[in-house]
């Protein structure tokens, strides 16, 4: 069975601080799963900014249909990474999800896990 190259890739779980700009995550085109607080969002862009500790993303909700916002909520994304000339990245949402409750240390614990994980058995 032929694969198709335009066929949308699983978003790889990263941390704001993975962002940086020496990552290996920080590639345009990059499928990306992010998670932080809703910082600010504005209506009339579509763009909103999610913070964890100091470090912040931008993201692009156009795609995101009847979704509602609520600043100082938790909120996980899963889109592409757009990088844009001044070197600014910003993610573009095809799906956003309200996370509140979420225990971040927990999650961030897991995510160590299964880097883990896929360091000792994926490099088979």
Do not use: W
């Not at 809703?38 to 100091?54: H, M, N, T």
């Not at 909520?73 to 095809?94: C, H």
């Amino acid at each position: 069975m032929a694969t198709c190259s335009s066929a949308i890739k699983p978003g790889i779980l990263v941390t704001l601080q993975d962002l940086h700009t020496t990552s290996p995550f920080l590639k345009n085109g990059a499928s990306l799963r992010v998670v932080g607080k809703l910082q600010d969002f504005s209506v009339e862009i579509a763009v909103a900014v999610i913070v964890d500790g100091s470090y912040n993303l931008k993201i692009d909700t156009q795609h995101l249909r009847n979704f509602s916002f609520r600043v100082g909520s938790i909120y996980q994304f899963i889109g592409e990474l757009l990088i844009k000339p001044d070197t600014e990245a910003v993610l573009q949402a095809r799906i956003g999800r309200n996370v509140d409750g979420i225990d971040l240390n927990l999650y961030y614990q897991s995510l160590q896990l299964l880097r883990r994980f896929q360091g000792e058995h994926m490099s088979d």
